[in-house]
């Protein structure tokens, strides 16, 4: 009954670790709010650094599909060099000119004033007061400025740009595609993101922006054979403990009954002394110097087999009697009982 | 070998089998050990634990005269040794023998006695005769003082010095029965005295004389002695002790061992005989540092610890 429930446990055990590792293996996020978690990709993916003659490209290009209209193309001429007052001029929103103007007569300009204009930018565009032809142009703008400054939003800017860009692409889109169909039709209009926009210009390849893996490193399969051969390696021996328990011990006595006793030249005190080192292997209580004989026998031979404990008791006697009562006679019986208990010991244990 | 295992055997069957003495076993043979080695006991303990009652069967059990002496402090030397008297119908001093002439004396509170009569008893003790008058008085063998005294009385008690412990083989400390023999005591206090009284000795004086002459033969291996004399010298490192033990406590050792032994059948000491005895030989003669007594290190702990630390003789 008792081994029943200590199969059922181990093959529950065995089953909730499996359970485990698949779970584990399955999920892609594993991250728990509020820790820290692996972020792979922390750095731009980029293949091929952009520059701001890629936007130039995609400008073309949208001009090429006819998503953008003659004038607006020709604020967009030679996007690439444009110096600061030619963008700042093209642009239509006074606002944005202005701030852009006292941006640039700030006596020190700073990578945080190039940052809050980003943010402003952001903010016009919230509110829709700011159309993507002007903000590439401010964008361009706030570009030459923080070149001067060796500002670190430089690479932030152009990809802004490139998500104006995007904007104006899906904006004419959607116009094109308003036009065409009627007004019952049910369409479903992707609405343009801020900042991150999915690429489907043919020709250019927008920049991936970082993903975040909010996952455990992926457990490699060997990981998992490794747990189940342990596991399996612990359920063989859980179920054959005992007969491992017997087997061993039948080791230890082999050896014990083999093992010399050192530094001991009478043959019936050595005769004791192996009994002795016999008796704790079988019982597994090893005789501290301080106990006698009799201490030690009595410490074992609950412990024992009563044929094997009986036997025992004699050599101690025997022992005692040779040692102490100087009896010559008596070192033979401590032979014979010491032969006796090898015997005894391999059957009974 | 044959008569001490008899009176052994007796005393099994008439003062423990018949519960006359209960759970007093241990007592019974310390005492008789020490009567064999021609030793002292001092048995420690508190009043009404049947101190007297074990002597006085012994005594009579072992065919010994047993005589009593209830220790005050106005107690004289005479009172114990004796003294001589004129006698009108002699016309002349006759000597009037003190309760020292004996074989068994119990000596009931020792400590109650003033130091110049503690002292007289102890010089007849060691030297086993008495001097009155001028004249020498050898005492009767075999000659045993049981000495008894109450640990608890601290006024109007005269301690023993060490030096006057030391003259005792051994401290047997006589507690309380449990609870199942201090039943077994009320249901036979009316028949105690009575079974007492009326033990029948089993062997004669001379015959304790043979066993005395025995127990000096028991064999002693030489390892033996060195395992005691080890015993001896850790009493005196122990970090516990201020006084350990001296030389003669290590002979009173290996007389006690050899008569343990000799009670218990055999003509050869074995270490656990040494372990046996160990505690009453030595508790009485060791002296612990006043700090560790205070934080409750006792002699006995003391001496088990050493027990537990001196190896045994190998192989």
Known sequence: MKHRSLYLATLILFVFLNSIAIIVSGEEDRHTPGFPQVVEGASIPLSTPINISDIEKAISELYNRSLLNRKNAEKLKNFGNLSFKEAVSRIDNTDVRNNLLNLYNKNELTPEDIETFLNYLDTLKVSGTLNPIDELLALKALETLSNIIQSPYTSEIILRMFSAIKDLEITKKSISISEKFTPNQQISIEKPSLRFPSPSLSLIQLPTLPRLKLSLPNIPQEVFISIGITTSIAIALLISRKYLKLAFDRLKINLAVKKTIQQISDTFLEAYWRSVHLVSSITGLSRNNWETHREFLEKVFSKLDPRVAEVFKDITFAYEEYRYGFRLSSGQKILEGSKKLMSYAKIYK | ?315
């Open chain 2, 1 to 315: 070998m044959l008569m001490i295992m008899k009176i052994i055997d007796v005393i099994k069957k008439e003062l423990i089998d018949r519960e006359v003495l209960v759970e007093k076993e241990i007592e019974l043979k310390l005492i008789t050990s020490a009567l064999l080695s021609k030793g002292h006991a001092l048995m420690e303990g508190v009043p009404g634990v049947a101190k007297t009652y074990t002597c006085k069967a012994l005594s009579k059990l072992l065919g010994l005269s047993f005589k009593r002496i209830q220790m005050t402090p106005d107690l004289l030397p005479s009172d114990i040794i004796g003294f001589y008297v004129y006698d009108q119908r002699v016309g002349g001093f006759v000597l009037r023998k003190g309760p020292i002439f004996t074989n068994i004396l119990l000596v009931d509170e020792i400590n109650r006695a003033s130091p110049r009569t503690q002292s007289a008893l102890l010089e007849a003790m060691q030297e086993r005769q008495v001097t009155i008058e001028g004249e020498l008085f050898k005492l009767e063998e075999p000659f045993m003082v049981i000495a008894t005294q109450n640990p608890i009385e601290m006024e109007g008690v005269f301690p023993l010095p060490e030096a006057q412990l030391d003259r005792f083989l051994i401290k047997i400390s006589t507690g309380y029965t449990s609870t199942q023999g201090l039943v077994k005591v009320m249901k036979r206090a009316d028949e105690i005295e009575e079974a007492i009284e009326g033990l029948k000795p089993v062997v004669t004086r001379e015959e304790v004389l043979e066993e005395v002459k025995n127990v000096k033969n028991v064999k002693v291996d030489d390892s033996i002695y060195s395992y005691i004399a080890s015993i001896v010298e850790d009493t005196r490192k122990h970090t516990a002790v201020r006084l350990g033990a001296s030389p003669r406590a290590a002979i009173a050792l290996i007389k006690m061992a050899k008569a343990w032994a000799y009670i218990n059948g055999r003509d050869y000491v074995i270490p656990d005989d040494v372990k046996a005895v160990a505690k009453p030989v030595l508790t009485h003669r060791i002296i612990l540092k006043p700090e560790l007594e205070i934080q409750g290190v006792t002699v006995d702990k003391v001496v088990e610890d050493i027990l537990t630390k001196v190896p045994v003789p190998k192989p």
